[in-house]
């Protein structure tokens, strides 16, 4: 899959302008934050500052610049096998340096000995290969998994959270669907199985 069409996918995930009071990035449109707009300086509307407005005004063609450039090749996704790029990728747009993390993680636990930084280098783009080699494309059903897990355990600790993870109807959230577009369907979670790991939530 090309980039620009993995891009694509993701913008469409993030959808439009957005400015949750319970999400911890603050304002955003196209999944770029307010706080990711001020590291880059992208004063849009030229008063001298950047803030709401800015990112009202954000254009699709710009996040997907953004997206491309910093959250794909200068976090070094091309150097992953290609089987997990397209979720590390979407990963990193949604958390940050949380998404290698995960799959460091990951990678720690399935015999790679690699260091938990959250930045991909030689040491985790050759682990990511040889484990990939090892156990072939079950790796991003892995990685997916590891993903809704994060997600769940960050509903667990953050109540203000759980919104994105579990629908007001008890169903699975923006952050799940997310993840499972990433894991085959035979590892995604029944609707029990989805109720039964929230339960605690209240």
Known sequence: MKVRDITNEILASEG??????????????????????????LDLDGDGDVDVRDVRILSRDKAAEIFERDYFHK????????????????????????????????????????GVDGAI????????????????????????????????????????LRKFARRRDGGKGGWILRAEKFVSPEYHLSAAEHARRVAKWG
Request: glycine letters at 12%.
């Open 16 to 41: 439009g302008f957005v400015n949750d009071p319970d999400d911890p990035g603050g304002a955003t449109n196209y999944g770029v934050t307010i706080g990711t707009m001020r590291r880059l300086g």
């Open 75 to 114: 976090a070094k996704i091309p150097m992953l096998p290609e089987v997990l790029q397209a979720s590390v990728y979407d990963m990193n747009v949604n958390a940050g340096s949380n998404a290698v993390k995960i799959l460091q993680r990951l990678l720690r636990e399935l015999d790679e000995p690699v």
């Open 121 to 160: 280098g030689p040491q985790t783009a050759g682990a990511a290969h040889r484990a990939a080699d090892r156990v072939g494309d079950v790796i991003a059903d892995a990685y997916g998994i590891a993903r809704r897990n994060y997600y769940y355990r960050l509903g667990d600790s953050r109540p203000r």
